[in-house]
């Protein structure tokens, strides 16, 4: 189980690096995918790097956590897609639905559930050595 779980973080890890390979290499087109549209080149810049460096170093956490067998830096990427989640969960209530609205949320939630099940079931640290 623990090697399926490890294979499942590092292909997850891997979609997440071809996803902020897209973002640093073609911004708008990447951005796009995501309903999101940049206007100016501040806007673009924002773009690469924001979601360059969100979806890059959650891959980097997950493929060097699934490699090492180090479930700490699993919780990285548990963070980022948990706080993404909680913010769709916002302006879903706050703004309402829109078409397709569930697929960025399952993909999130799937992210999340599956850090934290290779957190629970490869070696780690308890929370209270890695807080101080």
Known sequence: MRLILTALVFLAG????F?????LTGPEQAATGFGIA?????????????FTSFFGVAAFCMMWGAWRRNADLMLV????????FVG?????????????????????????????????????????????
């Open 38 to 50: 940049a206007t100016g080149v501040g806007g673009v810049s924002t773009i690469r790097a924001d």
């Open 77 to 84: 990427p548990a963070l980022l897609f948990g706080t993404s």
């Open 19 to 23: 996803l902020a390979i897209g973002f």
């Open 88 to 132: 769709r969960a916002i302006d879903l209530v706050v703004t309402g639905a829109y078409p397709g609205w569930q697929v960025p949320m399952a993909v999130e939630a799937a992210h999340v559930v599956l850090m934290v099940a290779a957190w629970r079931m490869l070696p780690h640290h308890r929370l209270e050595e890695i807080a101080g």
């Open 14 to 17: 891997l979609f997440d690096l």
